[in-house]
């Protein structure tokens, strides 16, 4: 039986509408949402990628796409530890690199109470694996047992994750390069709080610090020479490319009513009707809508293409740079229409912005995009550019003959 997604993403909505009211708090504190995870899952929305078969509702990219960009318009830090969860969990379903035991602890957990999962792999001095370096933290294998040693940062979602997947490099003769499911309450792991972002301040993105922590030997993802790299499934990576722009889109989406009401609302004495009479701010509020049609018409094509199957190649790595800098542009632009109030920290305007930017933070960034995106026009010409094309024969049409009328 085909699930009904209809009424799970209204609760989205209606739990985006209720996280905006606090937003700020966490905003202001950087204090974790632990509430707001309590609130999903309740709402069965944790579940809602994972697999039918361990309890899940069985959604697609197109359902994760809407719940996050409506968690986002309400509060973008609780959509992105959403996102990253729904990511690793729809990798659970679909990659076949879990094996059954870990797929049972996990999905069990995650029926039973708020059990978050994501991944660490982004070190201090390598940075993120994108750039194509091995990981300083390693696995040495001491009887039946992994025990891991290393420093990563930007652990999003931190204080509620119950697992990390930790990327590593074994201590072997011949090195081999895996994903370590990492319980965070095991002994060795300490959490060093070093998140001060200017923007998704409740991230909590702290760093992971692991000494000599133990799992079993069998409690690894994916395993294999280290000299293979790391190895990402490039259709698995749309999920990345699509929900990780749309909490940017969300922020921007949320600057943007918060910049209609304010028009349509304030209207002063020196104009004698609201400022949304005012051409200029029409023309503005027209652009940022603009652009934010664009975003979501990608973000919907690429959910749409990857739910049906259908290629799409470095699309959605485009995506994410247009959806990004649109969402950016859109909230700079809100702040100059906006004025002084924009930039008071007695409205949301300000927060939304700088929630906005910290999309850049992302990996990988633009201009890696841009050059991937360059290799494979460059690729398409030396391929086609050899290849014979029989030219269409050339046929001059002959003219009527006019005949004199008697």
Known sequence: MTTDFTPYIAK?????RRFALTAGHYDETGEFPFANFDALYEAGLLGL???TEHGGLGGGLNEALAVVSAVAQGEPSTALVLAMHYSQHYGIRASGKWPQHLIERVTKANREGVALLNAAQVEPRVGSPSHGSLPETVARKVG???RITGHKTYATGIPLLKWVSVLAVTDEPEPRLGS?????????IRVEKTWNATGMRATNSHDLILDDVAIDIDDVLDIAPATEGLKRDERLGAWYFTLVPSIYDGAARAARDWLVDFTSTRAPASLGAPLSTV???QDGIGQIEVWLATNRRLLRTIAEDFDAGRPFGSDSAATKHV???NAILATTLALDLGGNP????????ERHHRDAISGKAHAPQNNMIRTILAKGAFAR????????????AVRTPTRPRLVASA
């Open 12 to 16: 989205a909505e209606h739990l985006g």
């Open 49 to 51: 990628v994972t697999s």
């Open 144 to 146: 039946n047992q992994w």
């Open 180 to 188: 370590f499911l990492v319980p965070t309450d095991a002994d060795g």
């Open 279 to 281: 051409p200029r701010i």
């Open 323 to 325: 959806v990004i800098e």
């Open 342 to 349: 924009g930039i008071s920290r007695d409205h949301p305007l």
């Open 381 to 392: 010409y030396a391929a086609r550019k050899d290849e014979p094309v029989e030219p269409v």
